[in-house]
């Protein structure tokens, strides 16, 4: 038989594991918000541009990339610390015209177009609204002891 054997679950005073698990989600919340990402989803999505709302789209989309493995979750990494370049250039005079309020959206729909930052766009806008309408962020799943 070639079946994986079952590890024993953690056991229910393991702090550390909370700990460190509370940690990689804050770590992903500011990644998240580093990369410009809640106030593109605000302009395109009137839903999220309350602040209670864009929180809890924020706290799930953060919970579920850091719920990957670890091969996505470096992507991922590496794709949200280079996506505030690709705001940038996507609207490079906007530092000189000042932000305005159709600048998120303007910037959301130009990004949109753009091979990886389309799908990087796509894939945390579709989490923030799960987020942010759909109840609580995810918890992770332990098996009874």
């Not at 990369?35 to 953060?62: D, I, N, Y």
């Not at 942010?132 to 002891?145: F, K, M, N, Q, V």
Request: aromatic residues 6%; contains cysteine.
């Amino acid at each position: 038989m070639n079946s994986r054997p079952n590890r024993p679950a953690a056991p229910a005073d393991d702090v550390g594991g909370t700990a460190r698990h509370s940690r990689r989600l804050r770590v992903w919340e500011r990644r998240v918000r580093a990369a410009g990402l809640p106030a593109l989803w605000a302009g395109r999505c009137a839903a999220l541009s309350e602040p209670s709302r864009q929180a809890a789209a924020v706290r799930h989309t953060a919970a579920t990339l850091a719920g990957l493995p670890r091969p996505y979750r470096f992507v991922f990494a590496s794709l949200l610390g280079l996506f505030p370049v690709a705001v940038v250039l996507a609207d490079p005079t906007a530092p000189f015209r000042g932000a305005g309020r159709g600048r998120p959206r303007r910037v959301a729909d130009r990004l949109s177009r753009v091979p990886g930052c389309a799908e990087l766009l796509r894939t945390t806008s579709t989490l923030a609204m799960y987020g942010a309408l759909d109840g609580p962020s995810p918890t992770p799943h332990r098996e009874p002891t």
